[in-house]
């Protein structure tokens, strides 16, 4: 069992940063691929970034690209996502998730309670 707690959301202006966090309970943290999803209002969750157990392989939305950077640390059971010149558009909440290594984004074994980023234009 893994509990996913997010952190550090808030209220930014456009083009500004913030960092969102996620601790993980659990000492099998590091068996697992973490990822970052999102969800607007009305919208479907969408994949943000995702990171392997070992932390040598990263994956980026195409729309986020060269903005965001998913990190991890195993030895504190933290993944967090560096988000830069951030755009109204990239308001949502924002899930923390977990999955199995092998396994693709789309099957989740482990889901965080959200944090909620707002971008003012």
């Known amino acids: 069992q893994v509990q996913l707690v997010e952190s550090g959301g808030g209220l930014v202006q456009a083009g500004g940063s913030l960092k969102v966090s996620c601790a993980a309970s659990?000492?099998?943290?590091?068996?697992?691929?973490m990822g970052w999803f999102r969800q607007a209002t009305g919208k479907e969750r969408e994949f943000v970034a995702g990171?392997?157990?070992?932390?040598?392989?990263?994956y980026n939305w195409d729309s986020v690209k060269g903005r965001f950077t998913i990190s991890r640390d195993n030895a504190k059971n933290t993944v967090s996502l560096q988000m830069n010149s951030l755009k109204p558009e990239d308001t949502a909440v924002y899930y923390c998730?977990?999955?199995?290594?092998?396994?693709?984004?789309?099957?989740?074994?482990?889901w965080g309670q959200g944090t909620q980023v707002t971008v003012s234009s």
């Open positions: 990171i392997t157990w070992s932390g040598r392989s990263t």
């Open positions: 998730a977990a999955k199995l290594r092998g396994s693709t984004w789309s099957t989740i074994n482990y």
């Open positions: 659990g000492r099998t943290f590091s068996t697992y691929d």
